[in-house]
Nanobody, 125 residues
Framework: QVQLVESGGGLVQAGGSLRLSCEAS????????MAWFRQAPGKEREFVAA????????SYTDSVKGRFTISRDNAKNTVYLQMNNLKPEDTAVYYC??????????????????WGQGTQVTVSS
């Protein structure tokens, strides 16, 4: 089992930047595909980005391509989400998630085995 703790959320104006971090503990971090999801009030939790175990491959939902970058540091057991040019519609609770079994990156939340508690990101217009 792995424990995930997110940090780095906050309030930012539109056009600003934030970097989210998710630190893992409990198992070998490099064994897991890592991802970020988000959930806005009254909406389903949606996929944002995922990164492979080595960090060489990543995928993004269309609405964040060119603005967000997912990365990981296996020596620090941490995955990051750099968010630039933030928009009010990016406002949500952001969750990191870990997938222990799949080979390819997936955007399906049901494929992820472990979740953090979430960190709030609020973008004002």
């Amino acid at each position: 089992q792995v424990q995930l703790v997110e940090s780095g959320g906050g309030l930012v104006q539109a056009g600003g930047s934030l970097r989210l971090s998710c630190e893992a503990s409990g198992r070998t971090f490099s064994n897991y595909i890592m991802a970020w999801f988000r959930q806005a009030p009254g909406k389903e939790r949606e996929f944002v980005a995922a990164v492979s175990r080595s960090g060489e491959r990543s995928s993004y939902t269309d609405s964040v391509k060119g603005r967000f970058t997912i990365s990981r540091d296996n020596a620090k057991n941490t995955v990051y989400l750099q968010m630039n040019n933030l928009k009010p519609e990016d406002t949500a609770v952001y969750y990191c998630a870990a997938d222990r079994t799949r080979v390819t990156l997936t955007s399906r939340k049901y494929n992820y085995d472990y979740w953090g508690q979430g960190t709030q990101v609020t973008v004002s217009s």
